[in-house]
């Protein structure tokens, strides 16, 4: 089955950059997730990426994806306190349903 | 264009008690997916639909829980019999069929004493 792992827990500074990272081990993904989630909110959609594609770029966002070694990245630049929540990687398998299997999240703390 | 919503937002309830959830899509949105979310974890699915045919179950979605779509609009997710391992928070999220972005409503926390 599908299994998307993530590490726990990630300390910045404001000011640099943050790089959180996950694995998956299903093939057959086809688009590749990251969603934030602050303390008892949703889940809010950053950016997403196609199997196809190596690197997406959205304002402070940089996501890179190894499609051999099936790893994801998420870069924050200039991160902020405001950054400060927790990550999840979320794998599509190819299925008509689309339905999601995230990795456990990794919490960004962003210190002043 | 309110985003996904649901209701309640939080609820408590004694086990053995049944509870229901509401969660309403982004209005032209045809897909919604359940998914539960316990402490400390990623969300995992339950159930999906499209438009009002429940197309997908998780084997995770025991005989207690029953979700409804009746018009192809708002979703109820009721639990029967409730027991303490249900205490959870309940996401909701739709999409457009034949797009990729899933939206996430806010989430009902029920907890189960």
């Known amino acids: 089955g599908e299994d998307v792992e993530q590490s726990l827990f990630l300390s910045v500074r404001e000011g640099d950059s943050s790089v959180i990272n996950c694995t998956y081990t299903d093939s057959s993904s086809t688009y590749l997730y990251w969603y934030k989630q602050e303390p008892g909110a949703g889940l809010q959609l950053l950016t997403y990426i196609f199997s196809n594609m190596d690197m997406k770029q959205d304002q402070r966002l940089t996501v890179l994806l190894n499609k051999k070694d099936k790893h994801l990245s998420l870069r924050i630049a200039d991160t902020q306190t405001g950054d400060s929540a927790i990550y999840f990687c979320?794998?599509?398998?190819?299925?008509?349903?689309?339905?999601?299997?995230f990795g456990g999240g990794t919490r960004l703390m962003v210190k002043p | 264009d309110t985003g996904v919503s649901q209701d309640p937002r939080h609820k408590i309830t004694k086990r053995g008690q049944n509870v229901t959830f509401r969660c309403d899509p982004i209005s032209e949105h045809n897909r919604l997916y359940w998914y539960r979310q316990t402490l400390g974890q990623g969300p995992e699915f339950l159930t999906y639909?499209?438009?009002?045919?429940?197309?997908?179950k998780s084997r995770l979605l025991s005989d207690r829980f029953s979700a409804e779509r009746p018009k192809g609009s708002f979703s109820t997710l009721e639990i029967q019999r409730t027991e303490q391992g249900d205490s959870a928070m309940y996401l909701c999220?739709?999409?457009?069929?034949?797009?990729?972005?899933?939206?996430f409503g806010p989430g009902t926390r029920l907890t189960v004493t």
């Open positions: 639909f499209q438009n009002e045919a429940q197309l997908e």
């Open positions: 979320a794998e599509s398998p190819n299925n008509a349903g689309n339905m999601l299997t």
């Open positions: 999220a739709s999409t457009l069929q034949g797009t990729y972005e899933q939206y």
